[in-house]
């Protein structure tokens, strides 16, 4: 269902430690995944993607993990930067649907 | 190459007023998808368009809000007769082709007195 009024959950880490973000999806057909991360004003950014014919992909700093069974993605920050403080989605895609999670608020502590 | 293009920022309007954001998508880019996004919820589809043609319009409330994607100039939503409820950011995103990529655009922030 949709969230109406909620405040967005909040993840508060130390600096230089690792941030877990978690995000539930819907669909189960849905077969490629996409990490956004939003700063403040700003409007979504691309961080890094998944096909459902993978569970985990690595980037830059940045992992994901794709565990379909339980329809669970997760997005791993490593060694967590103040630059990285912002809003993060997940976005699930199935053909033209896109849909997005509602986000966590990542907030990095000097 | 430029990103995709907002404007207005920042727009405010009274109530009973129109409402009009546009958007241009980066160059080569033929789908443009609009997103609203309320404080502190994720971004809700609202419309997804291609060159003069609307492809889904199941987020698009049924009434008062129109959008349109013309073979020359940017990608328009227009609500007419806003109402404080729409204030909101509303993004846009432009993709290559219609399973690709999004990429967004800054946003507009809506504000209804």
């Known amino acids: 269902g949709e969230s109406v009024g909620l405040h967005l959950p909040t993840l508060s880490v130390q600096e230089g430690d690792n941030s877990i973000i978690n995000c539930a999806y819907s669909?189960?057909?849905?077969?490629?995944f996409i990490w956004y991360k939003q700063e403040s004003g700003k409007g979504p950014q691309f961080i890094i993607d998944?096909?459902?014919?993978?569970d985990k992909r690595q980037g830059q700093r940045v992992t994901v993990l794709l565990n379909k069974t339980v329809k669970h993605l997760s997005l791993q920050i490593a060694a967590t930067q103040p630059g990285d403080s912002a809003v993060y989605f997940c976005?699930?895609?199935?053909?033209?649907?896109?849909?997005f999670g509602a986000g966590t608020r990542l907030t990095v502590k000097p | 190459n430029a990103g995709v293009m907002q404007n207005p920022r920042h727009l405010v309007r009274r109530r009973g007023q129109e409402a009009r954001l546009r958007c241009s998508p980066m160059?080569?880019?033929?789908?443009v998808y609009w997103y609203r996004q309320l404080p502190e919820e994720g971004l809700k589809f609202m419309v997804y368009?291609?060159?003069?043609?609307?492809?889904?319009e199941s987020g698009m409330p049924k009434e008062r809000f129109s959008a349109e994607f013309p073979k020359e100039g940017p990608s328009i939503l227009r609500i007419q007769q806003v109402v404080r409820g729409d204030s909101a950011a509303y993004f846009c995103?432009?993709?290559?082709?219609?399973?690709?990529?999004?990429?967004f655009g800054p946003g507009t922030r809506l504000t209804v007195l």
């Open positions: 995103a432009s993709s290559y082709r219609d399973e690709g990529e999004q990429f």
């Open positions: 669909n189960s057909a849905s077969d490629y």
């Open positions: 998944i096909r459902s014919n993978m």
């Open positions: 976005a699930e895609i199935f053909t033209n649907d896109m849909r």
């Open positions: 160059k080569g880019h033929s789908h």
């Open positions: 368009l291609q060159k003069e043609n609307i492809i889904d």
